[in-house]
Nanobody
Framework: QLQLAESGGGLAQPGGSLRLSCAAS????????IGWFRQAPGKEREGVSC????????NYAGSVKGRFTTSMDNVKNTVYLQMNSLKFEDAAVYYC???????????????WGQGTQVTVSS
């Protein structure tokens, strides 16, 4: 199983941007997809986006479509989540996960990172 490590979280203002990274311990091409999920206090884990490693096809939750972009670098074995136009409701712990297929439900993913905190505050 791949080990995953997220980074890049922090504090942003509403309307601001952050870029999260998900670094894998091995080749991301060994898995079908990498997903991004988030969990806010008192809420269920929510699928944010995913990317198919074979062709870079992406899928986004409606709440982030047009604001967030997922990309990958299979040389660095890293997947990114560029978050623009941040809103208060984007605040959560963000996790990346490896598995597949590229879906926004957590069940198909079997390796998870430890998460990185994103805070949105003015």
């Amino acid at each position: 199983q791949l080990q995953l490590a997220e980074s890049g979280g922090g504090l942003a203002q509403p309307g601001g941007s952050l870029r999260l990274s998900c670094a894998a311990s091995g080749s991301i091409l060994d898995v079908v997809a990498i997903g991004w999920f988030r969990q806010a206090p008192g809420k269920e884990r929510e699928g944010v986006s995913c990317i198919s490693t074979s062709d870079g096809t992406t899928n986004y939750a409606g709440s982030v479509k047009g604001r967030f972009t997922t990309s990958m670098d299979n040389v660095k074995n890293t997947v990114y989540l560029q978050m623009n136009s941040l809103k208060f409701e984007d605040a959560a712990v963000y996790y990346c996960a490896a598995g597949g297929p590229c879906e926004l439900q957590p069940g198909g993913y079997d390796s998870w990172g430890q998460g990185t905190q994103v805070t949105v505050s003015s």
